[in-house]
Structure formats: structure tokens, C-alpha cells
């Protein structure tokens, strides 16, 4: 990744739980299993999961709904001092979302070798072209979930548990 991952603090993998709880809930939806919180001073201020088809609308992800919640709350689209936690490295279009917010940290659990803005394939969140620049820190709960994403796809294409490579891999 470009840039440094910052080390974990005590209360990610506690995030990353509730993150991942709400990526279940998108799962047993038949969206692909991805949820996101988005935290300020230890209080949740807004929480999202993969609506995507079940909405209709393609910017559906966790994520933008993670912010979209907090803005809300918050009454301001700007959330400095906020960590997001998402169990999957985001897309270029959340993290767009997260840029424009001034979101201060990010938390994440399973890379995304197709698709990851914050350091997989880019990393759109710490460069240099940009006026605002995140933390990151990766692989937090990465093997919870990680499985949860393989076993959704596994299941969506029909195969059987220890058959060939998911789409998406754990980091």
C-alpha cells in the first residue's frame, strides 16, 4: 500500500463485529456481504449495509450508506474526527465519499485485489493529488471476513465448500 498502515486501536475489532453483523444482514438479503459503521468519539453515528439490488440504485454500498447516515445525524456532510469500519476495502467510489466527508480513519478487514481504493489496486485515500487524506488500517478481522465473502459467493455459484478459488480473497 502506498503510505503506512497505522496500527489497530483497542476498539477496532469491536467496530469491525458490528460491521460485520451488518454484513450479514446484507448476506441473508442476497447482497454481497459487506457492511460498514462510521464512528466519532465512540458513538456510532451512522451504520450501512450492501443495498445495492434491493434498492435499485448502483451507489448502494455500505459504505456511502454508512455516510449518508451520518451526515444526517450529524447534520453536516463534513465528518472530521470520524472512523469508518468497513469489512471490505472500499471501492473508488466510496472512497470519493470518504474524501469529500473528511473522514479522518479508515478500518478494514478483507482486501479487494479487483476493486480496492486504499492501496489494493489504487489508493485513492492517501494521495497526493487530493486536498484530504485518510488513515488506514487493514486487516482487521480479516479472516472473519474474508469467509463471509467467500462463502457468499461460493454458495451464489453453486459450488461446494473447499472447491476453487472465491472471487474475492481474505488479504
Same mark, same amino acid.
Given at each position: 500500500?502506498?503510505?503506512?498502515?497505522?496500527?489497530?486501536? @483497542?476498539?477496532?475489532?469491536?467496530?469491525?463485529?458490528?460491521?460485520?453483523? +451488518?454484513?450479514?444482514?446484507?448476506?441473508?438479503?442476497?447482497?454481497?456481504?459487506?457492511?460498514?459503521?462510521?464512528?466519532?468519539?465512540?458513538?456510532? +453515528?451512522?451504520?450501512?449495509?450492501?443495498?445495492?439490488?434491493?434498492?435499485?440504485?448502483?451507489? @448502494?454500498?455500505?459504505?456511502? +450508506? @454508512?455516510?449518508?447516515?451520518?451526515?444526517?445525524?450529524?447534520?453536516?456532510?463534513?465528518?472530521? @474526527?470520524?472512523?469508518?469500519?468497513?469489512?471490505?476495502?472500499?471501492?473508488?467510489?466510496?472512497?470519493?465519499?470518504?474524501?469529500?466527508?473528511?473522514?479522518?480513519?479508515?478500518?478494514?478487514?478483507?482486501?479487494?485485489?479487483?476493486?480496492g481504493a486504499a492501496g489494493s489496486v489504487f489508493n485513492l485515500l492517501q494521495t497526493e493529488v487530493l486536498n484530504h487524506r485518510i488513515q488506514i488500517v487493514s486487516g482487521v478481522l480479516a479472516e472473519e471476513c474474508g469467509a463471509l465473502l467467500r462463502e457468499f459467493f461460493?454458495?451464489?455459484?453453486?459450488?461446494?465448500?473447499?472447491?476453487?478459488?472465491?472471487?474475492?480473497?481474505?488479504?
Amino acid at each position: 500500500m502506498v503510505g503506512v498502515d497505522k496500527p489497530e486501536n @483497542a476498539g477496532d475489532r469491536h467496530w469491525m463485529a458490528r460491521a460485520l453483523e +451488518l454484513a450479514r444482514r446484507a448476506g441473508a438479503a442476497c447482497e454481497v456481504p459487506v457492511g460498514a459503521v462510521l464512528v466519532r468519539e465512540g458513538a456510532v +453515528l451512522g451504520e450501512g449495509w450492501n443495498q445495492p439490488i434491493g434498492a435499485c440504485d448502483p451507489s @448502494a454500498h455500505a459504505e456511502m +450508506l @454508512a455516510l449518508r447516515a451520518a451526515a444526517a445525524a450529524s447534520g453536516n456532510y463534513r465528518l472530521a @474526527a470520524c472512523t469508518l469500519y468497513t469489512t471490505l476495502e472500499p471501492c473508488p467510489m466510496c472512497a470519493g465519499a470518504m474524501i469529500h466527508a473528511r473522514v479522518t480513519r479508515l478500518v478494514f478487514g478483507a482486501a479487494d485485489p479487483r476493486a480496492g481504493a486504499a492501496g489494493s489496486v489504487f489508493n485513492l485515500l492517501q494521495t497526493e493529488v487530493l486536498n484530504h487524506r485518510i488513515q488506514i488500517v487493514s486487516g482487521v478481522l480479516a479472516e472473519e471476513c474474508g469467509a463471509l465473502l467467500r462463502e457468499f459467493f461460493r454458495v451464489r455459484r453453486g459450488k461446494p465448500a473447499g472447491g476453487a478459488e472465491s472471487l474475492l480473497n481474505a488479504g
